[in-house]
């Protein structure tokens, strides 16, 4: 049953994104690429703490049970979520920041447009990450507590932030108004309570697979990570500002994830 606790969570890491991609109605200047890599390290860092911390982990224990193979349910659940992930990224035509060239089918979609459903595809995995963590919540039976999921909630919301403004600034120095790249970037944050609302719904028929779920979510965001974030982030020179700012981002969630867990 979806609580309003449940549902306050779910919408948390939405309304980091809005508020980020608000950054467009006050701004005159387009970020910085200096700016877009520090936070580009920064969300990855959250990315991958939260996938350890608040996925991966809980998920092995959950299959203390099968002793020494504790790891099968969240090495299988891991690669269930990069190969969903590798499969999206190939049937959906998508551009990545600073990229020349689309991924994905050739499509006549115009160059914005491709820009948003990166951002939407690369926040997927983040709202089905913060639902399967509120369905184990729920299920009362997936060591998960409410104070783990509110964590994972709002180190998203955190990382969701930059994320907002790296997606709608570009897009108004594109030639956008202020008022349509606003919208942009709020409805590629859309995905992300619908995502985790889904997932809530559907995981809670298979309690059993939890694991499987978790290790899922956490190998669909660091495709994310590796795939795009970490290539972005070292882009030009002086990316090392990545590197320190992925470290702030990684630190931040793990004490979240511990500290309200």
Same mark, same amino acid.
């Given at each position: 049953? @979806?609580?309003?606790?449940? @549902?306050?969570?779910?919408?948390?890491?939405?309304?980091?994104?809005?508020?980020?991609?608000?950054?467009?109605?006050?701004?005159?200047?387009?970020?910085? $690429?200096?700016?877009?890599?520090?936070?580009?390290?920064?969300?990855?860092?959250?990315?991958?703490?939260?996938?350890?911390?608040?996925?991966?982990?809980?998920?092995?224990?959950?299959?203390?049970?099968?002793?020494?193979?504790?790891?099968?349910?969240? +090495?299988?659940?891991?690669?269930?979520?990069?190969?969903? @992930?590798?499969?999206?990224?190939?049937?959906?035509?998508?551009?990545?920041?600073?990229?020349?060239?689309?991924?994905?089918?050739?499509?006549?979609?115009?160059?914005?447009?491709?820009?948003?459903?990166?951002?939407?595809?690369?926040?997927?995995?983040?709202?089905?990450?913060?639902?399967?963590?509120?369905?184990?919540?729920?299920?009362?039976?997936?060591?998960?507590?409410?104070?783990?999921?509110?964590?994972?909630?709002?180190?998203?919301?955190?990382?969701?932030?930059?994320?907002?403004?790296?997606?709608?600034?570009?897009?108004?120095?594109?030639?956008? $108004?202020?008022?349509?790249?606003?919208?942009?970037?709020?409805?590629?944050? +859309?995905?992300?309570?619908?995502?985790?609302?889904?997932?809530?719904?559907?995981?809670?028929?298979?309690?059993?697979?939890? $694991?499987?779920?978790?290790?899922?979510?956490?190998?669909?965001?660091?495709?994310?990570?590796?795939?795009?974030?970490?290539?972005?982030?070292?882009?030009?020179?002086?990316?090392?500002?990545?590197?320190?700012?992925?470290?702030?981002?990684?630190?931040?969630?793990? +004490?979240?994830?511990?500290?309200?867990?």
């Amino acid at each position: 049953m @979806l609580t309003p606790e449940v @549902l306050q969570g779910i919408l948390i890491p939405f309304v980091g994104t809005a508020a980020g991609s608000a950054c467009v109605l006050f701004m005159k200047k387009e970020l910085n $690429p200096k700016v877009q890599r520090a936070l580009t390290g920064f969300a990855s860092g959250v990315m991958v703490a939260a996938s350890i911390w608040s996925l991966l982990i809980p998920a092995m224990d959950q299959s203390e049970k099968l002793g020494k193979f504790a790891f099968a349910p969240a +090495a299988v659940g891991f690669w269930g979520g990069i190969l969903f @992930l590798l499969f999206l990224d190939m049937v959906i035509p998508h551009l990545h920041m600073n990229a020349e060239k689309a991924e994905g089918p050739k499509s006549s979609l115009k160059n914005t447009t491709m820009m948003v459903l990166a951002v939407t595809l690369h926040n997927i995995p983040e709202g089905m990450a913060v639902g399967v963590v509120y369905a184990g919540y729920l299920s009362g039976s997936a060591l998960i507590t409410a104070g783990g999921a509110l964590a994972l909630a709002l180190g998203i919301a955190i990382q969701n932030f930059p994320e907002g403004a790296i997606i709608s600034m570009p897009l108004h120095a594109q030639g956008k $108004p202020r008022g349509k790249a606003f919208w942009d970037g709020v409805l590629s944050g +859309a995905v992300e309570p619908l995502g985790a609302l889904l997932t809530i719904l559907f995981a809670g028929f298979f309690t059993p697979l939890m $694991p499987y779920f978790l290790a899922f979510a956490a190998g669909a965001m660091l495709y994310v990570v590796v795939e795009e974030l970490i290539p972005e982030m070292s882009q030009g020179e002086h990316s090392n500002i990545g590197v320190i700012m992925f470290a702030l981002g990684f630190t931040l969630m793990m +004490a979240l994830d511990v500290a309200l867990g």
